[in-house]
């Protein structure tokens, strides 16, 4: 009797060891979910969009000699992946790969990429990227050519401009212009269909990317693709600023009024909780505002 109890209770500990770690299993598999298959689409000219696999959206530029990458995916994996889908449509070699900032959904792929590429950031994007990059394999991959605020890069006639307007999404966000197609990559500069997100610890600043999105509205283009959504035109930046500007002036009534940061959250419906559990915090645009406008100069 003694022994059929203590079998019983092994058996309910077996099940429940059993339950427990299918669990942790589960919640591993949801964690991380595989991304979808990469697709290569034409935008202008050479000028291709690469979605799918993991991390942003990146672009490519088959030039006269060279490819050139704008932003490497987010790990080597979707990076070479996407090498593969470059090399369907032709055989001239990556020289250059450009970022539009420091982000890991836009850098992490970089090792990816074969050694003898240049790598080609904002001096600020590079600076970020160095205290990120922590593993000897990824500080090979350390952008070695910077600019501050304007590079040009030609391929045969062709002009690719690389402009910097300041702290906005980052402290060196990148607008990588192509003059003759009218196209410009804008990275996370752009946001659909949600706020913009901004990150305060790179010295990224609502202000600042109203001022760059104006910058933006100034260039010779009708294409502007972006990190997470699908190419955006004029009149989408356009309702992008008036979006930021509205919820400025909101929210500085609001201080004005003497309400605290929880009471203004509250009157646009901002619930500040990581997306996953346990996972990070993105800071809502409410919050940064709030910050920008009450932290003494
Ligand atoms: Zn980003």
Redesign the pocket.
Same mark, same amino acid.
Request: a negative charge; aromatic letters at 0%; glycine letters at 16%.
């Given at each position: 009797m003694k022994n059929n109890c203590k079998l019983f209770f092994l058996a309910i500990i077996v099940l429940y060891l059993f339950i427990f770690i299918n669990a942790q299993q589960q919640q591993a598999t949801q964690a991380k979910p595989t991304p979808s298959p990469i697709t290569v689409s034409q935008v202008k000219a050479d000028i291709y969009e690469v979605k799918g696999g993991s991390g942003?959206n990146c672009g490519f530029f088959i030039g006269e000699k060279e490819v050139m990458v704008i932003d490497a995916k987010m790990d080597a994996e979707s990076a070479k992946q996407m090498i593969a889908e470059i090399k369907k449509l032709t055989p001239k070699p990556i020289k250059y790969v450009l970022l539009t /900032?420091s982000?890991g959904?836009?850098v992490n792929g970089l090792t990816g990429f074969s050694q003898d590429i240049t790598i080609i950031a904002q001096q600020q994007t590079r600076k970020d990227m160095d205290e990120a990059f922590k593993e000897p394999q990824q500080r090979l991959y350390l952008p070695g050519l910077t600019f501050s605020e304007r590079l040009k890069i030609y391929s045969g006639n062709k002009v690719i401009e690389l402009l910097y307007f300041g702290p906005a999404?980052?402290s060196g966000d990148v607008v990588v212009y192509f003059p003759d197609e009218k196209v410009a990559f804008i @990275?996370?500069l752009f946001f659909r269909g949600r706020d913009p997100?901004i /990150?305060r610890q790179k010295n990224g600043s609502s202000f600042g990317l109203v001022n760059v999105l104006r910058e933006i509205l100034k260039l010779d283009a009708d294409t502007f693709l972006n @990190?997470h959504s699908d190419p955006a035109s004029k009149a989408d930046i356009e309702g992008l600023i008036k979006s930021i500007e509205e919820k400025q002036s909101k929210i500085k009534a609001l201080i004005q009024e003497g309400k605290s940061l929880d009471e203004i959250k509250k009157v646009f419906n901002v619930e500040d909780r990581p997306t996953q559990p346990g996972g990070r915090r993105w800071m809502s645009l409410v919050e940064v505002i709030y910050l920008e406008l009450t932290e003494k100069k």
């Open positions: 942003a /900032h982000d959904d836009h999404h980052t @990275g996370d997100l /990150h @990190g």
